[in-house]
């Protein structure tokens, strides 16, 4: 069965770089067909799109976050990750990961339970 | 951007009960939507896709139903277990997809 699990640090500074990563188990990223994507949910709003990175390596991301995110993967470990740069209090929210759904590469299920990132000083 | 409204905010009910939520984008996106179910502490889970589509182990009383602007969910028995926030989010615009804001099913 498919598991993902987000992880970092909970705490970030403004300006500094949010950085987290998501490990797979139940699939190997060297080999899967899927893309997995990021996603977020500020204390009290709905939920946005940040990015999605497909098997071949394209990357797409949300163009509200200005170039701000960088998506990766990490075969070794298994994960794939997110650095998001210059944040500042309104990049606080919830951060999940995800796949592609079976239906969609634009579609996502399942995910991960999420993480919470503050950015405080 | 699409912009995807959700009404209403919270809805409260009882278990057995029939609810329809409503999902209308700003602009047309044929039947490229699907709506998510989100539980406190959980992970979102997949419903329906496409509108209309139900995904694999969601059960029956479950049905999306729309195209264009205006889309609906409908649960037509509510179990206890359904009480959660449903979010519906389309995919016509990628690499834009958008999220609605969510509504809240709350027991009554």
């Known amino acids: 069965q498919l598991q993902l699990q987000e992880s970092g640090p909970g705490l970030v500074k403004p300006s500094e770089t949010l950085s987290l990563s998501c490990t797979v188990s139940?699939?190997?990223?060297?080999?899967?067909?899927?893309?997995w994507g990021w996603i977020r949910q500020p204390p009290g709003k709905g939920l946005e799109w940040i990015g999605t990175?497909?098997?071949?390596?394209?990357?797409y991301y949300n163009p509200s976050l200005k170039s701000r995110a960088t998506i990766s993967v990490d075969t070794s470990k298994n994960q794939f990750a997110l650095n998001l740069n210059s944040v500042t209090a309104a990049d606080t929210a919830v951060y999940y990961c995800a796949r592609q759904s079976e239906y969609s590469y634009a579609y996502f299920d399942p995910w991960g339970q999420g993480t919470l990132a503050t950015v405080s000083s | 951007e699409i912009v995807l409204t959700q009404s209403p905010a919270t809805v409260s009910l009882s278990p057995g009960e029939r609810v329809t939520l409503s999902c209308r984008a700003s602009q047309s996106i044929g039947p490229y939507l699907a709506w998510y179910q989100h539980k406190p502490g959980q992970a979102p889970r997949l419903l329906i896709y496409?509108?209309?589509n139900r995904a694999a182990g969601i059960p029956a009383r479950f049905s999306g139903s729309g195209s264009g602007t205006d889309f609906t969910l409908t649960i037509s028995s509510l179990e206890p277990e359904d009480f959660a926030v449903y979010y519906c989010?389309?995919?016509?615009?990628?690499?834009?997809?958008?999220f609605g804001g969510g509504t809240r099913v709350d027991i009554k």
């Open positions: 989010q389309q995919r016509s615009d990628w690499p834009r997809l958008t």
């Open positions: 139940g699939d190997s990223l060297s080999s899967s067909r899927y893309s």
């Open positions: 496409d509108a209309s």
């Open positions: 990175i497909f098997y071949g390596g394209s990357i």
